[in-house]
């Protein structure tokens, strides 16, 4: 699995919000939505705030390819959908928190817990 670039991980991670585009089956992108993420370790995790039925996380799934772009930082991924039991979640719950809650429980209650751990993407850089 290909390393983070320390700078582009944190350049993501630093925003609240991020772009990301969903690679299409001719090589182009679908229009980029805004999401958020979190970084983990050295790892950065999505989450579909809509849950399995997220458009974009439907399309990624399909897809595996992407980009994520933030704060200057253009990054091609691929994605690996992450089991609802890895404990790893249980760090991503911590930093959707930590990063999110001063939106509220409502807001921040769509990507985090179990329901938000089974649509669970790490990204990782290509490229």
């Known amino acids: 699995m290909a390393a983070w670039d320390e ?13 990301i585009e969903i690679g299409r089956a001719d090589g182009a992108h679908y229009d980029p939505v805004v999401i958020w993420g979190v970084r983990v370790g050295t790892d950065f995790y999505v989450r579909s705030a809509r849950g399995p039925e997220g458009l974009w996380y439907r399309r990624a799934l399909r897809s595996l390819a992407g980009t994520l772009s933030a ?10 959908q992450v ?3 890895d404990p790893v979640n249980v760090d991503i719950d911590a930093a ?9 429980a409502a807001i921040v209650g769509s990507v985090v817990g179990p329901n938000a751990a089974r649509v669970t993407l790490r990204a990782i850089p290509v490229g």
């Open 83 to 85: 089991s609802a039991s």
């Open 96 to 104: 959707y928190h930590r990063k999110y809650d001063r939106y509220g």
């Open 7 to 19: 700078a582009a991980l944190t350049a993501l991670d630093d925003g609240d919000e991020l772009d």
């Open 71 to 80: 704060r200057g930082v253009v990054q091609g991924v691929t994605f690996e």
